[in-house]
């Protein structure tokens, strides 16, 4: 009987791990919808040949390297425990160890669940980076890039943060995020931001006297699909980070990250749509949609603990956040054309300081040698690779290219054949 109710559990969390793996793989989609609604059409073939591209890179250098550098698991993810790998002796351990906490332990899985979660993780730090350097950088200088950041970069930090490793032999880190707004979501935007100092602004974008000039994008409809898609997504992101459900606990807790994850974004977005119609006198959409993922992101760090209200003011914090660091960006000639580093850089390092509003435990150094440390060694090495490319192969398109759009130069077709091109 206590085997039966032992191999229930792990089903259960290996099923809810998939699951929620699943969500987060869709959050794909999701951003490249949003990135191929928010870039002009002329570039909307290559924005998502990335994405898809991205992703594949990811799950292939993160089997062949990133978990070992992660986790010291590799493919084959030593150290997680199966069923299939536990004689009766084992089995009776376990079952013993999960009495004492109410089945509210160690979670118990399939190994393979477990790389599976990891691993599209790892492209959603990849995915904030396309969309930064959209419209005027190299189709291959980015897959490139992909290869070292999902390979190398962002298991090496991971490794320090939820993998629990020393840096580099040096002190481990006491720092709380729960499902990545630094660990994902500012070493995304990081990464992003290293690129995007060393690609420069797009043609046109800013004018002879240097004020940021509009470059709206082509879908606004495909845009907001996007925003949906990632909303939906971030319910597995956040959900799944509590790597079980069995366990009366465990399951309360998994409602409250939905709950709160779900009123983040609601608040972000609420607040966002105000600000802009008190600062630009419209309701902008691209706005409240930055508004949206700025909450989910402000969220992530700390999902769990806060009560709904607090999660809502959170998320609207970051909706505030978003709006005033894209019109700042902006007039430090940082041209990020759908807003990623500002909703998951700079509301990242909000979302990591947040996470002392609701979590008795964490410390306000912690956090911020947390936060220091993945952005130090994500900038420093992410700046180093794109500028090895850069003297490489290069990594911005010609001005002619750029003009006539990317999808022809680095694609050979245009994703709206039947409109004129926009110059």
Known sequence: MENQ???LQYAMDT???????ALVMWMAAGFA????GLVRSKNTTE????NVALFAIASTMYMVCGYEFMYDGGYFLSGVTTVAQMDDAAIAQVLVDSAAEGFDGGAVYSGASDFFFQVVFVATAMSIVSGAVAERMKLWAFLAFAVVMTGVIYPIEGGWTWGGKSVFGLFELSYADYAGSGIVHLAGATAALAGVILLGPRKGKYSATGAPQAIPGANLPLATLGTFILWMGWFGFNGG???KLG???VANEVANVFLNT???AAGGLIAALILARVMFGKADLTMALNGALAGLVAITAEPADPSPLLATIIGGMGGVIVVFSIITLDKLKIDDPVGAISVHGTVGIFGIFAVLLSDPDATFMGQLVGMLTIFIWVFATSAVVWFAIKAVMGIRVTEEEEIEGVDISECGMEAYPEFATSK
Not at 33 to 36: F, G, R, V, W
Request: proline share 0%.
């Open 33 to 36: 919808m949003l990135e191929a």
């Open 262 to 264: 779900n009123a983040a």
């Open 241 to 243: 980070s509590t790597l």
């Open 47 to 50: 924005i998502l040949t990335k």
């Open 5 to 7: 109710i032992f191999e």
């Open 247 to 249: 366990g009366v606990g």
């Open 15 to 21: 099923f809810y791990f998939l699951i929620c793996g």
